[in-house]
């Protein structure tokens, strides 16, 4: 297997290991394993991928989330990104599909606001439009990295509260349905997610972060505005031109992305399985002490 750096120091395209290796084989997995804790985000390309090879090669990471209540492909291990609607045509830019598209063009992390956080998403391309479409990441490590020491302190101890329906009503007031609301409740976490193997800190917030434990509103809002801001930062990103055969995977806990826009007429279809974090991923550190998840 061979490592190519990607930068702006995270990312990199694994050459000479298949999904199907990282399934059936130990020391693959090992490999890959350690280029994720290292690289935060790992491409893989001209791969045959089918929902199987692609959830056989997730499992070994952890357990596979089970999609969420509103999500194309709810209940199955699949999350199913596209704007084609039942009648096998493009849907119109209004349209629930697209509303839910452009909430994933602001910069995020997966599943935050859920009981258990991800620890990887693996998305993989299905039907991919001519121009535009891209996936861009940054590093919540490198930028946790480049804040200043006290800031850093400051964020040790510091806990943020993320909600679905807060990232949903920056694109429609209602895109996030009442099941929804329901079965997502708030979350509060650590603002900083320490790696468990490496010892390294990162940001750990997204599109759904709208408070700090124990700050005002206003000021709460305004520290994660700002980092959210340092963390993506113009030059500090991986931007990902999808080719077909294309698989991507992700470090959710050190990593940030956003979708970005493409011609509102073309088909754009991608699959994505994401694996749940554990104790060993760092999970339990990030719990906060001293909340309950509001409601
Ligand atoms: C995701 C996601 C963006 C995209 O799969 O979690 O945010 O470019 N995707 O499709
Ligand atoms: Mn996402």
């Given at each position: 297997?061979?490592?190519?750096?990607?930068?702006?120091?995270?990312?990199?395209?694994?050459?000479?290991?298949?999904?199907?290796?990282?399934?059936?084989?130990?020391?693959?997995?090992?490999?890959?394993?350690?280029?994720?804790?290292?690289?935060?985000?790992?491409?893989?390309?001209?791969?045959?991928?089918?929902?199987?090879?692609?959830?056989?090669?997730?499992?070994r990471f952890g357990p596979p989330e089970v999609t969420k209540v509103g999500s194309q492909g709810t209940g199955s291990h699949f999350v199913i990104l596209s704007t084609i609607g039942p009648d096998g045509?493009?849907?119109?830019?209004?349209?629930?599909?697209?509303?839910?598209?452009?909430?994933?063009?602001?910069?995020?992390?997966?599943?935050?606001?859920?009981?258990?956080?991800?620890?990887?998403?693996?998305?993989s391309a299905r039907i991919i439009p001519a121009r535009g479409g891209e996936t861009e990441y940054v590093s919540t490590r490198v930028a946790?990295?480049?804040?200043?020491?006290?800031?850093?302190?400051?964020?040790?101890?510091?806990?943020?509260?993320?909600?679905?329906?807060?990232?949903?009503?920056?694109?429609?007031?209602?895109?996030?349905?009442?099941?929804?609301?329901?079965?997502?409740?708030?979350?509060?976490?650590?603002?900083?997610?320490?790696?468990?193997?490496?010892?390294?800190?990162?940001?750990?917030?997204?599109?759904?972060?709208?408070?700090?434990?124990?700050?005002?509103?206003?000021?709460?809002?305004?520290?994660i505005d700002e980092l959210m801001e340092a963390a993506t930062a113009a030059g500090t990103s991986y931007l990902h031109p999808w080719r077909e055969g294309d698989v991507v995977m992700w470090d959710n806990r050190a990593t940030m992305h956003r979708g970005r826009p493409w011609p509102a007429h073309e088909p754009r279809l991608m699959v994505r399985t994401t694996i749940s974090a554990t104790a060993a991923d760092g999970v339990d550190t990030m719990h906060s002490p001293s909340t309950q998840a509001a409601e």
């Open positions: 297997m061979e490592i190519v750096p990607l930068g702006p120091g995270f990312a990199a395209e694994l050459r000479g290991v298949t999904l199907e290796d990282v399934a059936s084989d130990d020391a693959a997995y090992a490999a890959v394993r350690a280029a994720f804790e290292e690289h935060s985000v790992l491409v893989f390309r001209g791969q045959d991928v089918t929902d199987e090879i692609q959830l056989a090669f997730s499992r045509k493009v849907v119109p830019a209004d349209h629930r599909l697209s509303l839910r598209a452009r909430a994933n063009q602001l910069w995020h992390t997966d599943s935050s606001f859920k009981r258990v956080p991800a620890l990887a998403s693996v998305l946790f990295e480049r804040l200043d020491p006290a800031l850093r302190n400051k964020l040790q101890n510091s806990f943020a509260w993320h909600d679905y329906a807060h990232s949903r009503s920056q694109i429609a007031p209602d895109l996030a349905s009442p099941e929804e609301r329901a079965a997502l409740p708030p979350q509060c976490w650590r603002m900083v997610w320490t790696n468990p193997v490496n010892g390294r800190g990162a940001i750990y917030l997204a599109s759904h972060a709208y408070a700090v434990e124990g700050m005002e509103a206003a000021a709460g809002k305004k520290l």
